[in-house]
């Protein structure tokens, strides 16, 4: 039976694992790449150009909402009645391409976990299916469940990871694995009970998460009991 350290500190023998959830954006391709950035700009020039909104409170606008609601879009739905569709459309307009390319390795990794495996993002589906297709992971995994898929709540809403465990097919919450690179969409996942795994460059490790690594390549390092048929936690 493996065993893997958890923040350095604690040692804990993980149950037999059957789901994975995978965030998308600066998870499964570096957040130093600048897409994130370019997207969060796309933001900002839809606030202001399509919504009208003064250019020197977007920013700050922006921020407040994503923080207070999980995600800009969010908020512009609640106060702005801003066209969903056209937002998408407009802030993932992005030749991907010039920000990440495909990863063969990252794909094989993949390929080899025995747990079902899905995307659960706060992005919609055209975007995550065009960012796996554009790092050659397309068919790695069951499926995205994105932004309409759990009726536009958002992580960190609590809501959205149990509607996220609904469409998995209903695992327990034990039985599930949660990446991320946000401490704050990690910490609902844990208090519900999935193992939660952070991807942060700097490698600082955080309360909210069980393992910290900086890639996502680096995942059989920190726990390998996912490639183990029976285990359990003790």
Known sequence: METCER??????RCMSYTTLF???DDTLY???NGLWEAIRGRMSQYMAERL???????PALRRLYFETYGTTLRGLQRYHNVDTDDYLA?????????YIQPAPRLRELLLSLPQRRWIF??????????VLATLGLTGCFEGIIDVRAIEFACKPEPIAYQRALALAGGPLPEQCVLVD??????APAQELGFTTVLVSQDGHANPAADFCLPELLCLPEVLPA????QNQRV
């Open 181 to 186: 690179d946000s401490p704050t969409n990690l």
């Open 22 to 24: 995978c965030d998308l």
């Open 7 to 12: 923040q350095g500190t604690a040692i804990i």
């Open 30 to 32: 570096a957040s130093s």
């Open 52 to 58: 009208g909104l003064p250019a020197d409170q977007v």
């Open 226 to 229: 996912l490639w183990t048929v």
């Open 121 to 130: 993002t706060n992005a919609d589906a055209g975007h995550a299916g065009r």
């Open 90 to 98: 407009y802030v993932h307009d992005l030749p991907l391409d010039q």
